[in-house]
């Protein structure tokens, strides 16, 4: 029997899932070299996901904020602290990739994946 609760009460692994099931696709089917890259943007957008989904506690609170006379449950940190470096290296991937595109574009004329093999 399906427990419709539990896989309702977990959406965001889903979404995980997807997204990252996206990203694979156009990466593996697409031959333009910026439809492969921006699946890969993708696929990290889905890790970057899945991280902040694991330090979400029910009812926690941000651990920055002290809670006085109260037994506080608070969020785990660290899977954001370290997301907040990956998107940081993310971006930074992502401006490398796009001017080495460009580039490529300009010495061959063409971004098909396929087409460049041939050329090479």
């Not at 309702?8 to 997807?18: E, K, P, Q, S």
């Not at 991280?51 to 609170?61: A, K, L, T, W």
């Not at 370290?82 to 971006?91: E, G, Q």
């Amino acid at each position: 029997m399906v427990d419709f609760g539990f896989l309702l009460g977990h959406y965001n692994y889903w979404a995980v899932v997807v997204l990252f099931l996206i990203g694979l696709y156009a990466m593996v089917v697409k031959k333009n070299l910026i439809k492969k890259f921006m699946g890969l943007n993708i696929m990290d957008t889905s890790i970057f996901l899945f991280y902040i989904s694991m330090g979400d506690v029910e009812g926690g609170v941000s651990p920055i904020i002290a809670h006085e006379g109260a037994e506080a449950i608070y969020v785990n940190p660290l899977p954001s602290v370290l997301i907040l470096t990956a998107i940081v290296v993310a971006v930074s991937t992502t401006a490398l990739a796009l001017s080495l595109i460009i580039r490529i574009y300009e010495e061959y004329g063409t971004l098909d994946s396929e087409r460049l093999v041939e050329l090479m």
